[in-house]
Structures are given as C-alpha cells and as structure tokens.
C-alpha cells in the first residue's frame, strides 16, 4: 500500500492560483509514476497531468496545457500540482495517484489513489 495525501486545495477566484501537494510517509515514491486526476460532481474522473518517476517527463490534458505545471521533488517524496489562471470550470476534487505502468492518461492504470482535495474556482 502506499498512502497518498493530498493538501493545498481550497477556494479561490477566477484567475487565481493554487499550489496543491501529494505525499506519502513510505514507501518512497521515486519508485512510481505519479498523475493527478479530478472529478467535478456528476462527471466521471478525468486526467488532468501525470510525470514519470524522475520528472522529466510530463503530460497534460489539453484543457489544463499551459495553466498548470506538475512537477516532483523525490527527496522531499512530494509531487506537486501547480495551478494558475484557475477557471470556474476547473471547480472539482483532486486526487493524485501512483502507478507502476509509468505515467499514464486513465484513471485505471493507477494503483494507490489519496483520498483528494476540493478545489473551488468563484467566477
């Protein structure tokens, strides 16, 4: 098992930024592929960014490319998700995730999942 936490969401304004942040106390996590996911109510769970286990290599959703950036620092066992120019419709709950596969686009090659954090965009 590998427990995943997330931190950092919350409610911000249209145009705004927010950092959010996923860690684990073990196992290390250079060990896996990291992406992050959301889910707005009513919607199924949908790829947001994902980054391989050295973090030089990342992948977005289009609707995200250009506004959020992930990135990780495996001494600290922390990825990050950062996010700016926030927009209403980004408004759902985050999760990271982790997986063996390397980084991948769907929710179903991901084996440990956090328990997510809200985000809430205000036009």
């Known amino acids: 098992q590998v427990p995943l936490v997330e931190s950092g969401g919350g409610l911000v304004q249209a145009g705004g930024s927010l950092r959010l942040s996923c860690t684990a106390s073990r196992p290390t996590l250079s060990r896996y592929a990291m992406g992050w996911f959301r889910q707005a109510p009513g919607k199924e769970r949908e790829f947001v960014a994902a980054v391989n286990w050295s973090g030089g290599s990342t992948y977005y959703a289009d609707s995200v490319k250009v506004r959020f950036t992930i990135s990780r620092d495996n001494p600290k066992n922390t990825v990050y998700l950062q996010m700016n120019s926030l927009k209403p419709e980004d408004t759902a709950v985050y999760y990271c995730?982790?997986?063996?596969?390397?980084?991948?686009?769907?929710?179903?090659?991901?084996?440990?999942w956090g328990q997510g954090t809200q985000v809430t965009v205000s036009s």
């Open positions: 995730a982790a997986s063996n596969l390397g980084p991948q686009r769907v929710w179903y090659e991901y084996d440990y």
